[in-house]
């Protein structure tokens, strides 16, 4: 284990040093080599522009995080700046006085924005998936039969049950419909109608099933602090926590991303990650290791062939 350098002085009564009683020397750990890449990271970065949000990206063969941004952000280079000047002699010798000060109030400001620069968007933050969640609905759903390429659903704009209606989002912004329509083109059109059936014909145990099994509702095991679950809900989550029934309608949310489903960017990176790594779930990864973290979800190939070729 790494340790710092330090040094025991004696004091007088004034707290004047008079002369070191004890020195011990510095101890380094180990080196690590992150999988980060700089200028990867320094794109997305600039891309994001100060704008709230996360992107991460992930060598799908072996998990790697290549780049992990949260915007907005902040410049680590202050607390080095305070650190220094606080240092013996520094202050007055370089003149960094007012550097010292001008760092102070920029580390006060990050503390009082409303942005919440210091909040980890990527792992901490956690959202309603949306239409990216359809994967999951369309792997659970294809691997317990409950839909195969064949399945066609009709799209009329609007799913009615009862008093409830669901609409597709092409209907409701566009006052349009696409008719009968497959699991690949449902996936390449992001179709709400045929993932809502989808969803209902699986049903939520299931999407419950493979949401975990895609590493959601888990904390990834990274080295960062304070990493986030996110919830995978089910009818039995529901009754106990919220003391309500599981209704057709919740089912139908689920298994298009949304209701009370929350994820993190992260995990949806790790998502993406096995189903373009041929069903292969390697662990997020920040440093670099000889021994990959990775499990097989022993999905069909047909099934993968056909999310896929819906993704592209």
Known sequence: QSRAAYKKYEVNALGQQQRVVEYGQARYGQNLQTTLDPYLSLVLYR????RKGAAV??????GEVLALVSSPSFDPNVFTSIYSARQPGNAAEDGSVAQNQQARQQLNSYFTDANQVFFDRVVSGTYPP??????VTATAALENQAIDQNTTVNDEGVLRVGDWAYANWYYTQYGRTEGSIDLVRAITRSNDI????TAEWVGPQQLAHWARLF???QKPALPLEQ???????????????LGEDWYLGNTYHFGIGQG?????????????QALANQGEL??????????????????????LELILRGMI
């Open 47 to 50: 891309a994001l522009a100060g």
């Open 57 to 62: 990206v992930m060598d799908a063969e072996n």
């Open 130 to 135: 949306g239409s990216i969640f359809k994967l």
């Open 194 to 197: 045929f993932f809502y059936k």
């Open 215 to 217: 590493s959601f509702g």
């Open 227 to 241: 990493v986030a679950a996110g919830l995978v809900p089910d009818p039995q989550w529901k009754a106990r926590v």
């Open 260 to 272: 009370d489903l929350l994820v993190t960017p992260l995990q949806v990176a790790q998502m993406t």
């Open 282 to 303: 390697c662990q997020a990864s920040l440093i670099k290791q000889e021994r990959l973290n990775c499990q097989s979800l022993a999905i069909d190939e047909g099934h």
